[in-house]
């Protein structure tokens, strides 16, 4: 199976796997200073014939709508597995209290204005753009032609995402979007973390949550990653390891 991953709150994930859906972001609430403000473009269009072009361009970029996974990838050799990747749990999970939910990349279904890649990273990336038809079509037909440059290039300090990225152009800006991911939902991933197990009322195995964690063991397989004498393992059943960091999958 070609493993997606999405991290986040425990709380957003038991809600994604209840509906089976994913919810689309906003360009101009990404957490990239890049891509928040691509959809300015006074800068390079203030000198075009059409005074209203820069505003055609802020509309058409607001129609974009994105959806972010983590994925595995390799360097050197060296293979980077989406779930085991700390920063992301840090980051996106709740420092561990949240959850990794697992998809299955060849079951996404997609709709007809998504378009899906993986992200690349360089050292410069450009903020605006020019374009050379100014006009509502001719800008509209740019965007979508270079969608691969525009919305999949990030700086170099992302590349620890190891991002695969879907968009979708939608009719209304404020149009909340979602990817139907019935097909494509495979597991959950729960962290138990020493440092989290510390504080029992956080705990998410004998605290607040555990109600939750037993409901969503009923609807999805859950996995349990966890910080043992030889480092990190997966653990599919308990005393049941699938995948430890020494020797991999099991």
Same mark, same amino acid.
């Given at each position: ?12 994930? #038991? ?8 919810? &689309?972001?906003?360009? #101009? ?39 972010? &996974? ?141 109600? #939750? ?35 991999? &999958?099991?």
């Amino acid at each position: 199976m070609s493993r997606l991953y999405h991290f986040t709150s425990f709380e957003s994930a #038991y809600k994604i796997i209840a509906t089976r859906r994913l919810r &689309f972001g906003k360009a #101009y609430k990404m957490n990239d200073l890049i891509e928040s403000n691509r959809i300015v473009f006074d800068r390079v269009l203030s000198l075009s014939p059409l005074k209203d072009s820069s505003l055609y361009a802020e509309r058409e970029m607001r129609r974009y709508q994105q959806l972010s &996974f983590v994925q595995d990838k390799e360097y050197d050799e060296v293979s980077f597995l989406g779930f085991d990747l700390h920063s992301m749990w840090g980051l996106y999970a709740d420092k561990g209290y949240g959850a990794c939910l697992v998809f299955d990349k060849d079951k996404l279904a997609f709709e007809a204005n998504d378009y899906a890649n993986d992200v690349m990273y360089r050292n410069m990336v450009p903020e605006s753009f020019d374009f050379k038809n100014k006009s509502r079509p001719g800008i509209k037909a740019e965007i979508w032609r270079r969608k691969d440059e525009i919305f999949f290039n990030k700086r170099e300090e992302w590349k620890y995402e190891q991002e695969y990225r879907i968009i979708r152009r939608v009719q209304r800006e404020d149009n909340d979007e979602y990817l139907d991911v019935s097909d494509s939902l495979s597991f959950a991933i729960i962290c138990k973390d020493y440092s989290v197990e510390l504080e029992e009322n956080l705990s998410m195995f004998d605290g607040d949550h555990f109600d #939750y964690r037993h409901s969503l063991k009923k609807q999805i397989p859950v996995l349990t990653y966890e910080n043992g004498l030889d480092g990190y393992t997966l653990f599919q059943n308990y005393m049941d390891p699938i995948w430890t960091e020494q020797c991999g &999958f099991i």
